[in-house]
């Protein structure tokens, strides 16, 4: 992951403060570490449009949201369901934010449901064990 934003010159990239480098390195190669993990999340709460049908942007919008919610305890849930709206609003198309938002806001519901019901489950295992359960549920 050398090239990290590959659109911005080297002295825009220079620009960022190393802490925003290291959070975006974070996201990225969280998400692509657990991708199959969370695109199954994306699925199961995309009830009225098939995966392959999100918009890539969209798409991409809630693979780090997800990513987040699952990831990252320190950001509280409604500011990654926010940043990811604002996202969607200035990248994407008109209506597809109230997309995101409902299915960002359903999971991390069931989410925050399932972190009470099994609190010893560590972060790294939250994510297929959550997954596993939601595909037994289905």
């Known amino acids: 992951m050398e090239d990290l934003f ?9 620009e960022f403060e190393p802490e925003v480098v290291l959070f975006a390195r974070y996201l990225v190669a969280g998400t ?10 994306i699925a199961a709460y995309s009830v ?48 597809n934010y109230r997309f995101i938002n409902g299915l960002l806001d359903a999971l991390m519901q069931e989410l925050s449901a399932y972190r009470t019901t099994y609190p010893d489950v560590s972060t790294d295992k939250l994510l297929s064990s959550f997954v596993a359960g939601k595909k037994k549920t289905s």
């Open 48 to 95: 009225r449009r098939a995966f392959d049908r999100i918009d890539v942007i969209d798409r991409n919008i809630l693979r780090i949201s997800v990513f987040s919610l699952f990831f990252s305890e320190d950001t509280h849930p409604h500011v990654i369901i926010d940043e990811a709206v604002k996202l969607s609003q200035e990248f994407s198309s008109e209506v």
């Open 6 to 14: 590959p659109g911005l010159t080297q002295e825009e990239q220079d």
């Open 32 to 41: 692509l570490e657990n991708i199959d993990g969370i695109d199954d999340v």
